[in-house]
Nanobody
Framework: QVQLVESGGGLVQAGGSLRLSCAAS???????????MGWFRQAPGKEREFVAA????????LYADSVKGRFTISRDNAKSTVSLQMNSLKPEDTAVYYC?????????????????WGQGTQVTVSS
């Protein structure tokens, strides 16, 4: 498994922006660069939900409909990091955001294929 550490969460007003980062360790460059990375979130009283995913090469991305056009996922394989740029934030984006690493090239919104998870970072959007 890989160790994942998220950062960048915080409190922001509606309409504002935040950038989340996730640093990965424990995998070689070749392994990390071949693994899909994803972001999920969980709001209080709700189930964890998919936010975005990016393939190992970074060329293909997938977004939940609720964030499409507002969030952008990207990765830097040389630094073993993945980021989530969040713009036009809404109060309903409030949640704990988790970074996840998939088993190899698995590429889906389904969390079952992700085998490593970070501890999460809180994002709070005030109205």
């Amino acid at each position: 498994q890989v160790q994942l550490v998220e950062s960048g969460g915080g409190l922001v007003q509606a309409g504002g922006s935040l950038r989340l980062s996730c640093a990965a360790s424990g995998r070689t460059f070749s392994t990390f660069s071949s693994s899909t990375m994803g972001w999920f979130r969980q709001a209080p009283g709700k189930e964890r939900e998919f936010v975005a995913a990016v393939t190992g090469s970074g060329r293909t991305t997938l977004y939940a409909d609720s964030v499409k056009g507002r969030f952008t996922i990207s990765r830097d394989n040389a630094k073993s990091t993945v980021s989530l740029q969040m713009n036009s934030l809404k109060p309903e984006d409030t949640a704990v955001y988790y970074c996840a690493a998939a088993r190899g090239s698995y590429f889906s919104h389904n969390s079952r294929g992700y085998d490593s998870w970070g501890q999460g970072t809180q994002v709070t959007v005030s109205s």
